[in-house]
């Protein structure tokens, strides 16, 4: 099972703070180091300092770091066109050596986008697929080739396709809980699918949807990885989980019932729950970004018991 740090800056954390994270991801030997793709707080938070931007985020990390992956929970499609999104991540990738990964998903906070002047279609999932369609396109064309794309929301016309990832296929993450389509997108353009924030019955249920969509359309269901995010409270002791709970303006009983908290024993044995549905990758959600004694816990007493 690999455990992989999931922060949300948009509740309150400068590219100082999401270094550090980064820096101790790769120290207490995590996987991997993700971030959120938004522009506004959620909830009661005042979102101080502001937002940081996903990619220009991950361009930083790419030079300090150097083990571990990095990549988005998800990109939102609506952020960015998609030729300019392929540029990024193949610079971003080239930049960290090689270590780059894409989730890219619908986008589906109105407010943000109101909030920064960002339009807000409304048909997403059509542009979602067709933006996955030139992303992949262009990082597959053989250099010295071009690439053409005649969409309903999107034309390319003998595009060079460059620059080219470091890798010769960046993994592309798709996720959600959409019982028709999504497994269908995924089935078509995903390396891993990803769900968010469910219980072990919907993540069962929805990666049964996933892997008989792969059979579908020609593929073996165990090509992809599948994984799960979820917020993650540790404490050697009840003190030390409501605590946390606290910090992060949560209930301990809530944590347990959607997420994984509580002492490490408790949490390995509900990660073991979710590794029985297929799963093999968990996206820890860190919330409070200064507490990196919690990071040091889950390393010491959860992932040295997952093998």
Same mark, same amino acid.
């Given at each position: ?218 593929? @073996?269901?165990?090509? #992809?990885?599948? &994984?799960? /995010?979820? *917020? %993650? ?5 009840? +003190? =030390? ?14 944590? @347990?019932?959607?997420? #994984?908290?509580? &002492?490490? /024993?408790? *949490? %390995? ?5 979710? +590794? =029985? ?21 889950? &390393? ?8």
């Amino acid at each position: 099972m690999d455990l992989r740090i999931f922060t949300e800056p948009q509740q309150g954390a400068d590219y100082d703070t999401l270094l550090r994270v980064a820096k101790a991801t790769e120290d207490l030997g995590f996987d991997a180091f993700f971030r959120s793709d938004h522009y506004l707080a959620m909830g009661s938070s005042d979102g101080l300092p502001g937002p940081t931007d996903a990619w220009i985020t991950l361009a930083g990390l790419a030079r300090e770091t150097s083990r571990i992956r990095l990549g988005t929970l998800m990109t939102a499609g609506t952020f960015r066109l998609p030729g300019v999104l392929a540029i990024q991540v193949a610079q971003v990738d080239r930049m960290s050596g090689g270590r780059i990964e894409l989730g890219l998903g619908a986008g589906w906070y109105a407010e943000e986008h109101t909030a920064y002047g960002i339009p807000f279609p409304k048909e997403k999932f059509g542009r979602l697929e067709e933006q996955l369609a030139i992303v992949t396109g262009l990082w597959g064309t053989p250099v010295g080739e071009t690439f053409s794309f005649d969409g309903k929301f999107y034309r390319l016309a003998d595009s060079p396709a460059l620059p080219k990832p470091a890798q010769e296929r960046v993994p592309v993450l798709i996720g959600g809980l959409g019982a028709t389509r999504t497994p269908r997108l995924a089935a078509r353009y995903a390396d891993e699918f990803n769900i968010p924030f469910a219980s072990v019955e919907d993540s069962e249920r929805q990666f049964g949807r996933v892997r008989a969509a792969a059979e579908e359309a020609g593929r @073996k269901p165990d090509d #992809l990885v599948y &994984s799960n /995010a979820l *917020v %993650v409270c540790v404490g050697r002791d009840d +003190a =030390e989980v409501a605590r946390r709970a606290a910090a992060i303006g949560r209930e301990v009983d809530e944590l @347990k019932r959607n997420g #994984l908290a509580g &002492s490490p /024993a408790e *949490v %390995v044995d509900k990660i073991g729950r979710y +590794a =029985e549905t297929g799963s093999s990758r968990v996206y820890l959600q860190i919330l409070d970004l200064d507490d990196l004694e919690h990071l040091e816990l889950i &390393s010491s007493q959860v992932q040295s018991q997952l093998g």
